[in-house]
């Protein structure tokens, strides 16, 4: 096991610990709004930032806030990908993040959590 995976894993475990702790049931809603700055949608912003955590872009807590952090988080993830660095996880930005956890997991979920639900994307 290479080092990122093994970081991931251990990650992973202490990211889904706070995740499984919500336990907000889902809301199967197909048009997610843009999260951002005073989103209430806290299960899509801890979605995103357990990606930006694993993936480096993010170093403060899987809380569900939409701070600074999130939004600099959100930023780097955006400009790697050669997207509008604008802070707001839009279709595009939750796109990749859903594709991100898919590539992980195998299915767009967090523990009892399906980001899919929470996390705007195109598809």
Request: glycine share 16%.
């Amino acid at each position: 096991m290479n080092k990122k995976l093994a970081l991931r894993a251990g990650l992973c475990a202490v990211a889904l610990g706070g995740l499984m702790a919500l336990g907000t049931p889902a809301q199967a809603s197909p048009d997610v709004g843009n999260i951002g700055w005073l989103s209430s949608n806290h299960t899509g912003v801890k979605c995103a930032q357990w990606d930006l955590y694993v993936n480096g872009y993010y170093t403060g807590k899987v809380d569900g806030l939409y701070g600074s952090g999130t939004v600099a988080g959100v930023e780097r993830l955006q400009r790697s990908l050669g997207l509008p660095d604008d802070g707001i996880v839009g279709k595009d930005t939750g796109g990749e993040i859903l594709a991100d956890i898919k590539d992980y997991f195998g299915n767009y979920k967090l523990g009892s959590i399906n980001c899919y639900d929470y996390v705007p994307s195109h598809f």
